[in-house]
């Protein structure tokens, strides 16, 4: 008798007959039914449907019942989805403190999170859910790097709140409050009244921040059902686009279609194009780099800034604007979206339906209104997003010009010099910066923080107090999507790998000119080498997470990517 044919579960070319086929996988077919499989469902091909479900974070707390509309689309076109989960951690509560070392860094763990469990269990196809900031580019990534059919669904943005009137309040408006209660413009009842009608429903937080910037960008490349990118995360369609994600994943798997084929060099100008349009977070500078590495497409900061001069900001989203994200969806969403900078895409790149996006932008219709703009008249010439570069970020450096007034395009300013995020709003708090300074904060940087924190909490206080036209923020660590004004981040090298910023002094001139692409230091190189003797680095307490993050991520002018070549 030929034993091997008798336990013969299913074709060999699907990656989980590893586990069903062969005599000698028995141990492995008994853990299976253990698990409730029956013998018909060892012939089927396994999808992993991996979420991020968190009761902490509240871009996380619907993922399991999504997760349950995936596993019925699966399951009608004839696979067996098995769920699991990954880390969700929130950038939100992480603001103002030590916790915010970890977002960033936890991004690569998620992707690792999942190469393990789709690699060790030899799933055929998987379908990923993720909900907020650094959730979103970990599951990409991992997608990138495993290459088998893998579709996103996003968690999708929260509604608006209600706060004084305003029915499209947005909790990036929220997280000025504290500095105009020091100001007395708000009194602090109003603020305690704020945060409870601010965040009313589950989802990202409602504007565009870094969670919905990626959200977004999950459509944008392709590697999401169209819709997905807006869809209200308390929506009916949502589900709806869930259920079809786990249809569509199965159809991937039929015709072989993988994350490679999609996420090309073109299909990521795309998404820069996208993020230039939107008036997206810069941390999705960082994330698009990564995934791209992952992808093994070259990407760099001057694609960026060419196609920043190319594609106009067309999106009215707060906070660069006065609208929420569910207001963008009723507008046609990213799909609308797209066809109105249709002419400065590459169409002819494949998305997960199986379809190119020329073929997906056919019928669309983008009416240009108050929230989505037109190329002709725009909301801002340029897009979102720009790359400066200098004697002070010699690598480059990434600033949301959406979010900057006019006014502060230019500005010209004496440093005063913080080497913690802590010690900046301690100063702005108190008082203590004038008119005309450029605040600089270093340290805080990839290897420097670790983990590059985002330094929301300072520009808050700045935009807070009403001094977003009276001083500027640089630092080599990040911002929040929510912050809008004057505020250059990312700059490289950063001050602990032994960058210009570590150098800078109190009382030194410092010139950004935004349209001129250039963050400039009036220090002479001959005043840098004679500082660079004397000059002690400073390294701050590390968690051996953190440490090892430290030990192997590269610089965010290259997407602040483990670099494995130091392993």
Not at 97 to 109: E, I, Q, W
């Amino acid at each position: 008798m030929d034993f091997e044919k008798e336990f013969e579960m299913k074709d060999r070319r699907y990656r989980s007959s590893m586990l069903t086929n062969g005599l000698g996988r028995s141990g492995q077919r008994a853990l299976l039914y253990a698990t409730g499989m029956d013998e018909e469902d060892m012939k089927k091909p396994f999808v992993a449907v991996i979420g991020s479900f968190s009761e902490m974070v509240p871009g996380h707390v619907h993922l399991r019942e999504l997760a349950d509309y995936v596993k019925q689309g699966v399951i009608e076109a004839g696979g067996v989805p098995r769920q699991s989960e990954t880390i969700a951690i929130c950038d939100g509560l992480c603001q103002g403190h030590k916790g915010m070392c970890y977002p960033l860094a936890s991004r690569d763990l998620i992707a690792d999170s999942v190469e393990m469990v789709v690699e060790a269990h030899h799933f055929d196809a998987m379908v990923l859910l993720p909900g907020c900031d650094k959730i979103i580019p970990g599951m990409l990534m991992a997608a990138a790097r495993l290459d088998i059919p893998a579709v996103i669904v996003p968690g999708g943005p929260m509604l608006p709140g209600n706060v004084g009137g305003n029915p499209l309040f947005c909790s990036s408006e929220l997280r000025e409050y504290p500095g105009r209660v020091e100001m007395g413009t708000v009194t602090a009842e109003e603020m305690k009244e704020a945060e409870k009608a601010a965040l009313p429903t589950v989802g990202s937080c409602a504007h565009l921040g870094t969670a919905n910037s990626m959200c977004m960008l999950t459509e944008v490349l392709g590697m999401a059902l169209p819709g997905a990118g807006t869809a209200p995360a308390v929506s009916n369609k949502r589900k709806r686009i869930a259920k079809a994600s786990g249809r569509c994943v199965m159809e991937m798997l039929k015709e072989g279609l993988t994350p490679r084929k999609i996420l090309t060099r073109e299909t990521m100008l795309n998404g820069i194009a996208g993020a230039m349009a939107t008036g997206s977070s810069t941390n999705l500078v960082l994330h698009l780099m990564a995934i791209a590495h992952e992808a093994g497409v070259e990407l760099t900061l001057e694609d960026f800034d060419r196609i920043s001069r190319q594609v106009p900001f067309v999106c009215n989203l707060q906070p660069s604007g006065d609208y929420p994200i569910v207001s963008l969806d009723a507008s046609g969403g990213i799909q609308a979206v797209l066809k109105t900078i249709e002419s400065r895409l590459h169409k002819d790149v494949l998305t997960v339906t199986g379809k190119t996006l020329s073929t997906l932008l056919e019928p669309v219709q983008a009416r240009p209104d108050q929230v989505l703009k037109s190329m002709d008249e725009p909301q801002k010439p340029e897009g979102g997003i720009a790359i400066l570069k200098g004697n002070l970020a010699p690598s480059g450096a990434v600033v949301k010009q959406s979010g900057v007034k006019p006014s502060m395009y230019h500005f010209r300013g004496k440093a005063r010099v913080f080497d913690s995020m802590e010690e900046a709003d301690a100063a702005v708090s108190g008082g203590g910066i004038e008119k005309g300074t450029v605040i600089v904060i270093r340290y805080e940087g990839p290897k420097g923080g670790p983990g590059m924190r985002e330094m929301l909490s300072t520009t808050a206080l700045i935009m807070g107090r009403g001094m977003d036209e009276d001083c500027a923020l640089v630092t080599d660590g990040r911002f929040s999507g929510a912050t809008h004004g004057p505020c250059v981040g990312h700059v490289s090298p950063e001050a602990a790998s032994g960058g210009p910023i570590g150098l800078v002094e109190d009382g030194d001139i410092i010139e950004i000119d935004i349209p001129g692409r250039s963050l400039h230091v009036e220090v002479t190189e001959e005043e840098f080498d004679r500082r660079r003797k004397t000059s002690v680095p400073v390294r701050k307490p590390r968690k051996p997470a953190l440490a090892k993050y430290a030990a192997l991520v590269s610089s965010a002018d290259t997407g602040a990517v483990i670099d494995v070549s130091k392993l």
